[in-house]
């Protein structure tokens, strides 16, 4: 049961990149490595308490489909995703933003367990876990990016 924790700084409002990290748009343009688009539930825009958004994406060559729900948010200081089907038996995924000097900490947690017993477990060790950590760690890059260039990505625009 891995849990990975990221921190990164951010010189925007911590509202801006919380709207970013909801962003669908945001999300699916981050991911295009491995051609992740939402098919279901919000499928564009800004997710919202209680919404859900099912991804299709091809991992390890596979394409996969993955159903997430936000089932905690407080504006703008946190709000977590967690999974309602798809290829891990679980995960929890909690976004913090916290207000530091003239920026946001964007702080990640990703608890997650993997299918297969075991197996998973050894999956973890040999390859899993690195891959979400870069995973998570290029889209949190991406929000950092758009937020500190005031660029503009599914409506979303900076002051």
């Known amino acids: 049961m891995p849990i990975l924790r990221s921190e ?28 992740e688009r939402a098919i279901g539930g919000v ?23 993955l159903t997430a729900k ?3 948010m407080e504006y703008p200081r946190y709000f977590v995703d ?4 798809g290829a891990f038996k679980r995960f929890r995924h909690v976004h913090e933003f916290v207000i530091v000097d ?11 367990t993997s299918p297969l017993g075991l197996l998973g477990k050894v999956a973890d060790q040999l390859f899993l876990q690195a891959y ?5 760690e290029k889209r949190n890059i991406y929000i950092k990016q758009l937020a500190e260039h005031k660029l503009s990505v599914g409506g979303i625009i900076k002051g």
Do not use: P
């Open 132 to 136: 979400m950590s870069r995973f998570l």
């Open 82 to 85: 967690e999974m309602v089907s």
């Open 8 to 35: 990164l700084w951010i010189q925007a409002s911590r509202e801006v990149c919380f709207d970013l990290a909801r962003s669908i748009d945001v999300h699916a343009a981050s991911t295009s490595q491995t051609k």
């Open 102 to 112: 003239d920026g946001t900490l964007m702080i990640d947690t990703f608890d997650y």
């Open 43 to 65: 499928t564009e825009g800004i997710i919202e308490l209680g919404q859900t958004v099912t991804w299709e994406a091809v991992h390890f060559g596979v394409k996969q489909r």
């Open 70 to 72: 936000i089932s905690e």
